[in-house]
């Protein structure tokens, strides 16, 4: 049983560029969260996708957009990047209809920006 | 907004029982959750409790959950080196997002 895979695993941009970071969820879950973790922080909510719709959306700019397509598997897209930008990008799936289903997730794409 | 809070660092010897702090301030909070991290690697949901449950015992791990002070611990008997790690906790409301604290780094000291 495949569990949340993300890819690439790093990635070095330089300011002012686009990055897309995919994400493919665990078998059975329907539901895509991102995160983003900066170093020694807890993760940040940025948005989550069900039914390739953007659900819920944490404090980000609108620089940050997604998708999520019909296999539900999902894409982190960030223009205009910033050095503010660098950190642990945790992608984490769980089940829409389960109240409380525990979210389950990937390695993590690291991106850094120049 | 929703807040979740716990110490930075904890170091214990190899052995003995380790105990994580955590207190949230949203008092919609549902669920709540234990996640580690390894150095380099994503988070693992170590376990979770509902918040109408008062203790959760899954082998090494013992969650106590004291609702009306928001606080939630997390106790590891027998703390190997193996747990060497950064635990967070985490809260939601059930469907909504899960908010984390900024984790707690557990030092095993051999």
């Known amino acids: 049983d495949a569990g949340v895979t993300q890819s690439p695993t790093h990635l070095i941009k330089t300011r002012g560029q686009q990055v897309t970071l995919r994400c493919s969820p665990k078998s059975g879950h329907d539901t895509v969260s991102w995160y983003q973790q900066a170093l020694g922080q807890g993760p940040q909510f940025i948005f989550q996708?069900?039914?390739?719709?953007?659900?819920q959306r944490g404090n980000f700019p609108d620089r940050f957009s997604g998708h999520q397509f019909p296999n539900y598997s999902s894409e982190l897209n960030v223009n205009a990047l910033l050095l503010g930008d660098s950190a642990l990008y945790l992608c984490?799936?769980?089940?829409?209809?389960?109240?409380?289903?525990?979210?389950?997730f990937g390695n993590g794409t690291r991106l850094t920006v120049t | 907004g929703e807040d979740v809070e716990q110490s930075l660092f904890l170091s214990v010897r190899e052995g003995d029982s380790s105990v994580i702090n955590c207190t949230y301030t949203?008092?919609?909070?549902?669920?709540l959750y234990w996640y580690k991290q390894e150095p380099g690697a994503g988070l693992q949901l170590l376990t979770y409790i509902f918040s109408n449950m008062d203790m959760k015992q899954d082998q090494r791990l013992t969650v106590l959950l004291n609702k009306k002070d928001k606080h939630l611990s997390l106790r590891i008997a027998d703390t190997q080196t193996g747990d060497s790690a950064i635990y967070f906790c985490?809260?939601?409301?059930?469907?909504?997002?899960?908010?984390f604290g900024t984790g707690t780094k557990l030092q095993v000291i051999p």
């Open positions: 984490a799936s769980s089940v829409v209809y389960k109240a409380g289903s525990p979210l389950h």
């Open positions: 996708y069900y039914e390739e719709e953007e659900r």
């Open positions: 985490a809260e939601t409301g059930g469907y909504q997002k899960v908010t």
């Open positions: 949203d008092s919609s909070s549902t669920y």
